[in-house]
C-alpha cells in the first residue's frame, strides 16, 4: 500500500478528535483514549501505523518530546519552591529516588529480570506524569496545601527523573556496547552529558531573552520560539545529549529571568501543543504489541506495585522528614501514580537510543519491552491515578464542594 502521509495525518487528527468526544462523554482521560487509540492502530491489530509508517512519522514524538520537556521546564519557578519549602524537594529526592530503587530491587532480585531492563524500568518509574493530576485539579478547583504542594512535586518531580535517566542511560549504553564499566568513568561521562545538555539550554535561554528583551508581539516570539525549540532538538541530537534536559533547562531559565517572555511563550506552546501531544499518545501506543502482553503482563505488574510502593512509600517518607503539614504526609503519595507524559516520553527517547545496529538484537529486545511495559502500565494508572487524585483532595478537603457534588 502507497504511504500518503496526509491521509494518514488525517486519520490520526480525525479519529483523536473522536476519542476526545468520547473520553469526556464517558468522563475518564484523554490520554488513556488516545493511548488505547493508537494500540488499536498500531502494529498488532488494524496495523494502519505499521512499524515502518511509525518510522516516518517519529519527527512528531520528537517535537512532542521537546514541547513536554519546556513545559517541565517552565514550571519550575524558584520562588514557587522557595515558598513551599525544604518540604517539596524532599518528597520529590524520597519519592523520586525510592521508585527508581525499588522497582530496579523487585525485577533484578524477585522478578529475575536482566540488569539492563531493571535499571531502564526503574529510571523511568522515577517520573511522574503532571498532566493527569493537572486535569483532576482544575477540574474540582482544588486549592490548599496538598493541592500546591502537589503542583511542585509534579513540576520538580520529572527534572530529577530526567536526570536519573541521563546517568542509567550511560551505563546501559556501555554495557550493551561491550565497554568496560569503570563507575567512575560512566558516571564523568553522564555528569559531564548532563552539563553539556544543561550548559546549551541555559546558553540558548540567553540569546532568546535577549534577542526578544523588547518584543511585544506574538507572532515575532513564535517564530523564534518554534527555531530555537527545533534547533535544540538537532545540536542535542547531533552532540549526543538529552534534548529532555536541555529543552527542560532552556524553558527553566526563561521562566525565572524574564517571567512575562515565559508567559507569551507558554501561551504560544499551550496553543499548538495539543496537535503533537495527541500524534504523540497515538503514535506511543501504537508500540504495544498485544501478542506481547502474556510475557509483557507479568512483569508489567511487579514494575507497576513497585513503583506504587516506590512512589507512595518516598513521598510520605520525604513528607515527614521535610515536616509537611498533616494533610500533605497522609495524602501526597496518592496524587503521584499517573506515568503516561514523560515516562512515555523516556521510553519513546529509549527506543530511538537503543534499537539501532549498533546495539544490536539486545538492544531492539530492550526497546521493545520497554515500551510495551510502560503502555501496558500506563492503561492501569491513567485510570486509577485520577480517581485517587480526587480521593486524597477530597479527603484532605481542597476541592470545591460544589463541583464536587455535581
Known sequence: MEFHLFLYLAAIFGAGYCIKVVTNAIKIPEVTGYVLLGVILGTSLVKLLTNEVLEILSP???????????????????????RLGKSILAIVTFESIGAFIVVFVVLQYLFKTDLNTALLLGAVASA????????VIKQYRAKGPLTSTILAV??????????????VEGFVSANLAGESIAIFTMLGKALLSILIAMGIGVVAAIIYSLILRKVKNNDWIALLLTAFLFGLLGVCELLG?????????????????????????????SGFSPIFLVAFFILGGAHLDVALIGKIGILGLYYFVARSIGKMGGATLGAIIGRAPKTTRKFIGFALLPQVGIALALALAINKKFNIPQFGIRGAELASTIINVLLFTTIITEIVGPLLTRLALKKAGETNSIVDNR
Open 241 to 269: 545529549v538529552s534534548e529532555l534536559l536541555s529543552i527542560m533547562t532552556f524553558g527553566m531559565v526563561i521562566v525565572n529571568s524574564s517571567p512575562t517572555l515565559s508567559k507569551k511563550s507558554e501561551s504560544i506552546v
Open 60 to 82: 512528531l514524538s520528537s517535537i512532542a518530546l521537546g514541547l513536554i520537556a519546556f513545559t517541565i521546564g517552565i514550571e519550575l519557578k524558584l520562588d514557587v519552591i522557595k
Open 128 to 135: 511522574t506524569a503532571p498532566a493527569a493530576t493537572v486535569a
Open 154 to 167: 509534579v513540576g520538580l518531580d520529572d527534572a530529577f527523573a530526567l536526570i536519573i535517566y541521563v546517568f
